[in-house]
């Protein structure tokens, strides 16, 4: 009896684990996401270039277990949360080095992503590396516009 | 008014650091048959990044190349372009290394290979930056090579670290 009952008890323990590992995750984005929304700008960048980055591991992971639609929400998100840390960047003057460095990494990661994707699924992943590197230009120019 | 000749300089450098990033966009600095072989490779950590080293260092060659070819037109721009082929895939090196990483995949072998080539590109890169100091192109280029040089000094530290830490795991788990 106590063997017939210990796979359930292990499939219990380890679908606990898995919800409150999941839970710890979201409840730790949304606390980024609400702690951001109230930052003061110059803390801004580093906090919206956390979501992104969080958000593109994210997406790597629902990409890898084909919930595309998943991914392709966590793909907006990096778009969104990298403009916030551009402006937050370029309105403050801190941590714009660092978003540049930032943006051209995910960017990088995305690359590899779309290849890794049927042809169909590829575009919204060019697109948001294109707008990575996008705001990846607007950061040099802001950079050299200041003459640093 | 007569523009200061600085403000004109840093004007030429953020057109041309403009038009390097703008042709970067919305491509891949990896051909067809490089994707194809990387993805023959996608679940060998040891193949695929003997691969992005191989890659990597094409790039370097192609650099050499324009830096050395007497016929070369427009030296600083192609250099840029080089340069830029090379940040984006040690990028994405990185970025493999750290996906296996996460893979808990043992990368000791792989990692003594791309450590031996951040070593050789190191060299490669710092040959390229001294020439460069007596070149008058050199400010079209020099932000974008000090961001690659980082970038690898960086890579080493990181790989160096991974690879002890790897190899401190082995040896608590032979025991």
Redesign the interface.
């Known amino acids: 009896m106590i063997v017939m009952r210990l796979p359930i008890t292990i499939a219990a323990v380890l679908l606990a684990t898995s919800f409150l590992a999941f839970a710890y995750k979201t409840e730790t984005l949304q606390e980024l996401i609400a702690r951001e929304q109230s930052a003061r700008v110059e803390d801004r960048p580093t906090l919206c270039l956390e979501i992104a980055e969080r958000q593109l591991k994210s997406a790597?992971e629902l990409y890898t277990a084909g919930k595309i639609d998943d991914a392709q929400a966590a793909l907006k998100d990096i778009v969104t949360y990298s403009e916030k840390a551009h402006d937050a960047a370029i309105q403050s003057g801190k941590k714009v080095k660092n978003a540049e460095?930032s943006f051209?990494?995910m960017a990088?990661?995305l690359?590899?992503i779309k290849?890794?994707l049927n042809f169909d699924d590829q575009a919204p992943v060019?697109a948001a590396?294109?707008r990575l590197?996008?705001l990846?230009?607007d950061l040099?120019?802001h950079m050299?516009?200041k003459?640093k | 008014m007569i523009p200061a000749w600085?403000t004109l300089g840093?004007l030429a450098?953020?057109i041309s650091?403009?038009a390097t990033?703008?042709a970067?966009?919305?491509r891949?600095?990896?051909n067809p048959d490089e994707?194809d072989q990387?993805?023959d490779a996608?679940q060998d950590p040891a193949e695929r990044l003997k691969l992005y080293i191989l890659f990597a260092r094409t790039r370097l060659t192609a650099l050499e190349q324009v830096r050395t070819d007497p016929k070369s037109s427009d030296r600083a721009q192609q250099t840029r372009e080089r340069l830029q082929d090379f940040?984006?895939v040690y990028?994405?090196l990185?970025?493999?290394i750290d996906?296996f990483v996460q893979r808990k995949a043992d990368l000791r072998k792989p990692l003594r290979a791309v450590i031996e080539a951040d070593t050789e590109f190191q060299a490669k890169l710092r040959a390229l930056k001294n020439s460069a100091e007596a070149s008058k192109d050199q400010a079209k280029y020099d932000?974008l090579l000090s961001?690659v040089l980082d970038a690898v000094d960086g890579g080493v530290k990181d790989h160096r670290e991974l690879l002890s830490e790897q190899e401190e795991a082995a040896k608590h788990k032979k025991k």
């Open positions: 790597d460095i051209r990494k990088a990661k690359r590899d290849r890794s060019q590396a294109d590197e996008s990846r230009t040099l120019t050299f516009g003459g | 600085g840093r450098l953020a650091l403009l990033v703008w970067q966009s919305r891949d600095p990896l994707q990387l993805r996608a940040l984006d990028d994405e990185n970025d493999n996906t932000f961001n």
